[in-house]
T-cell receptor
Framework: KAGVTQTPRYLIKTRGQQVTLSCSPISGHRSVSWYQQTPGQGLQFLFEYFSETQRNKGNFPGRFSGRQFSNSRSEMNVSTLELGDSALYLC????????????FGSGTRLTVV | GDSVTQMEGPVTLSEEAFLTINCTYTATGYPSLFWYVQYPGEGLQLLLKATKADDKGSNKGFEATYRKETTSFHLEKGSVQVSDSAVYFCAPISNFGNEKLTFGTGTRLTIIP
């Protein structure tokens, strides 16, 4: 079966711009989570959606937002980009959450210049 | 909140050596525990998991046992291969509706032929 698909794989943006990243979960998975990975901070949780509702949120500024559609696909948006937003953004999906484990996509590498 | 302490890397071993990567955690209630692996340029892959005390997760020759009394989930493999070179992450997830993985800093493993 198809895995978690993230698009695009690579992005280069300028400071102050905004960006939208997309994640298509595994068919049947209703939980979608987003993580930011940087060399300095490691893997940090952004937010988690289940059935179109944000269920959990990490400690990121309001410039980071997300949403989930009725088909479970999810998008995250970062507005007013800063150099420090350069990172690998990973999406993970699960049937319902913790007990089933999460399947990760290959990520979107965002570079802010 | 949840936290993870992982063995500091990098770890370099010869092929066929025995591997142990230590992981201890703090988490609410009775968390599920996961080991993820990240190969260069890729997202995270679920390696193994355990959902209750004394459970042993295993996959591809790797094993880890959920030790509630010592809050540990050490990863072991009896004979490593060059293809095991990757970064390994330990992650608990609390099962009280807080659906987020808390990752350790990761342990970079390099296997020398």
């Amino acid at each position: 079966k198809a895995g978690v698909t993230q698009t695009p794989r690579y992005l280069i943006k300028t400071r102050g711009q905004q960006v939208t990243l997309s994640c298509s979960p595994i068919s049947g998975h209703r939980s979608v989570s987003w993580y930011q990975q940087t060399p300095g901070q490691g893997l940090q949780f952004l937010f988690e959606y289940f059935s179109e509702t944000q269920r959990n949120k990490g400690n990121f500024p309001g410039r980071f937002s997300g949403r989930q559609f009725s088909n479970s696909r999810s998008e995250m948006n970062v507005s007013t980009l800063e150099l420090g937003d350069s990172a690998l953004y990973l999406c993970a999906s699960s049937r319902t959450g913790s007990d089933y484990g999460y399947t990760f996509g290959s990520g979107t590498r965002l570079t802010v210049v | 909140g949840d936290s993870v302490t992982q063995m500091e890397g990098p770890v370099t071993l010869s092929e066929e050596a025995f591997l142990t990567i230590n992981c201890t955690y703090t988490a609410t209630g009775y968390p599920s525990l996961f080991w993820y692996v990240q190969y260069p340029g890729e997202g995270l892959q679920l390696l193994l998991k355990a959902t209750k005390a004394d459970d042993k997760g295993s996959n591809k020759g790797f094993e880890a046992t959920y030790r509630k009394e010592t809050t540990s989930f050490h990863l072991e493999k009896g004979s490593v291969q060059v293809s095991d070179s990757a970064v390994y992450f330990c992650a608990p997830i609390s099962n009280f509706g807080n659906e987020k993985l808390t990752f350790g800093t990761g342990t970079r493993l390099t296997i020398i032929p």
